[in-house]
């Protein structure tokens, strides 16, 4: 079946703009999560959806980054003002049900900011 | 800051050796714990988990990983990798109390197998 889509799959994009990187989940995953992983890093948590509702947005460096998710199921994550040191690759996963349950990882949106 | 570690940064073997890659945590109370893959040009995708019970896990592709709780420890293991192992290799804890299961990922070890 489908997995993970995430686009666009690259996005470049000059310091001070707007963007917005999409996330399709698994049909049926209710909980949506977001990271970024930055070079030579691991992935770090941004947000967890359970549904329509952000549970955990803890990650979220600042509030230049904002998620929705308003018919629980795509998601969209919008930067706004971007700076340079958000570049990086934004991965998105989906699981069933959230908690212990296997979250499946799409490709992920790298944004390159000039 | 609570946060995981993983020991070596770049791996290198030939095929047909063992494997074992380091993972420490440094939260305390229950935690999950997770290993992930990342093949080259792929996703990344689950090699095994551990919630409780037996603290030897078995995962996909011959591998497994021993949760050794007073050494705050999730090794991961092989007896005898293969150049198709060559992939970068992620541990991951749900810290404790999270309902939610949000991944805090190790910064990754990159594993190259040597034909």
């Known amino acids: 079946g489908a997995g993970v889509s995430q686009t666009p799959s690259n996005k470049v994009t000059e310091k001070g703009k707007y963007v917005e990187l999409r996330c399709d989940p698994i049909?049926?995953?209710?909980?949506l999560y977001w990271y970024r992983q930055s070079l030579g890093q691991g992935p770090e948590f941004l947000i967890y959806?359970?549904?329509?509702?952000?549970?955990?947005d803890s990650g979220l460096p600042n509030d230049r980054f904002f998620a929705v998710r308003p018919e629980g199921s795509v998601s969209t994550l919008k930067i706004q003002r971007t700076e340079r040191g958000d570049s990086a690759v934004y991965l998105c996963?989906?699981?069933?049900?959230?908690?212990?349950?296997?979250?499946?990882f799409g490709p992920g949106t790298r944004l390159t900011v000039l | 800051a609570q946060s995981v570690s993983q020991h070596n940064h770049h791996v290198i073997l030939s095929e047909a050796a063992s494997l074992e890659l380091g993972c420490n945590y440094s939260?305390?109370?229950?935690?999950?714990l997770f290993w992930y893959v990342q093949y080259p040009g792929q996703h990344l995708q689950l090699l095994l988990k551990?919630?409780?019970?037996?603290?030897l896990v078995k995962g996909i592709k011959g591998f497994e990983a021993e949760f050794i709780k007073s050494k705050f420890s999730f090794n991961l293991r092989k007896p005898s990798v293969q150049w198709s192992d060559t992939a970068e290799y992620f541990c991951?804890?749900?810290?404790?109390?999270?309902?939610?299961?949000?991944?805090?990922f190790g910064q990754g070890t990159e594993l190259s197998v040597k034909p």
């Open positions: 959806f359970q549904g329509t509702g952000a549970a955990d």
């Open positions: 996963a989906s699981s069933l049900t959230g908690g212990g349950d296997t979250q499946y």
């Open positions: 991951a804890v749900t810290p404790p109390g999270n309902q939610g299961g949000k991944l805090i």
């Open positions: 049909s049926g995953h209710t909980a």
């Open positions: 551990y919630f409780s019970g037996d603290p």
């Open positions: 939260y305390g109370g229950t935690v999950n």
